[in-house]
């Protein structure tokens, strides 16, 4: 496996690998890995001939200057992990090599970047969407993997390959999971131990809604009343927001759900009484199936 710093070097290695009629897989993520990360790296793998993780925390995307200083770093044990999950290039770029000294060109995707995480944290997937075309340019892969856990983010990328006519398979993997059901993120290890245990309460709303769409409430209020009193209970919990969405358009759900409908999360955690910890912001999602019977049932508004 071999670390390459530049992208003159990488783009150099892209077009050999594809002259000898190989595929590359990217998987671009910003370090810490996690059994989720890996996990990409295992679908990449079924699609392509190499897998490439590129690991650079963008600072373009970041909203406060101490979340990108406090982001983990975790060099030597990523390093370690790709290799032994069979990766065969990690790219790891200095922030020069993807802004250039005067760097003023962006990509930006329109109404899907807006919602959401797009709402609480502005100018964030004009960062994301900036940085990965940089990395689909110097990786020049014929697959990326993704993961499901930033839907939005899964979305807006997808859009802008379309948009722009990368010729690159866009690939979504699914959220892995804690035993406790908490999703894999590299935020959690800025969590402090009691806010971690907290941190149940995303899946916990999740499954709550779940059960109820099961049972056959359709009502989209009532789905995040629900929500909200559960992320309300624990005290370092503060919802940023609790949406129920298109998973297409990412519009905004009818009052009685009448499809599959995106739940999407966002809480804050503050740091524990004692000081442990920092402020952390966990995302998570699910896609929820009404059943059939139950969405042809008038609206109880
Ligand atoms: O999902 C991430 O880790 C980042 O947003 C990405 C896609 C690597 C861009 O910096």
Known sequence: MDIIRTTS???????????????????????ALHPGHISLIAHGQER?????????????QFNE?????????????????????????????????LYPEGAQTWVEVGSLAEPLCGASRPGHFR?????????FL?????????????????????????????????VGGPTLREEDGVAMSSRNLRLGPVAREQA???????????RAVAAGECNARALLENVRKTIGEPPQATLDYAELRDPESLAEAPPTL????????????????????????????????????????????
Not at 14 to 24: H, L, M, N, Y
């Open 9 to 31: 070097e990488l783009q150099a290695r892209a077009d050999r690998v594809r002259a000898e009629g190989r595929r590359i897989a990217l998987v671009p993520t910003m370090g």
């Open 65 to 97: 200057a101490s979340d990108f200083e406090g982001y983990p770093r975790t060099f030597e044990a990523d390093v370690e992990q790709c290799r032994a999950a069979g990766a065969k290039v990690i790219f790891a770029p200095t922030a020069d090599q």
């Open 258 to 301: 009448d499809g599959p409908t995106l739940l999407a999360l966002a809480v804050h955690f503050s740091p524990d009484p004692d000081g442990q910890g920092a402020d952390v912001r966990l995302i998570d999602n699910r896609v929820l199936v009404p059943q059939a019977a139950d969405t042809s049932r008038p609206s109880s508004e």
């Open 127 to 135: 960062g994301v969407t900036t940085v990965v075309s940089k990395l």
């Open 200 to 210: 149940t309460v995303l899946i916990r709303a999740i499954q709550g809604a779940e």
């Open 48 to 60: 392509a001939d190499e897998v490439w993780v590129s690991i650079f925390v963008n600072p373009t």
């Open 138 to 170: 110097a990786a020049k892969p014929h697959v990326a993997v993704f993961g499901e856990k930033d839907f939005q983010q899964l979305a807006v990328i997808r859009r802008m390959t379309r948009d722009l006519g990368f010729d690159i398979d866009i």
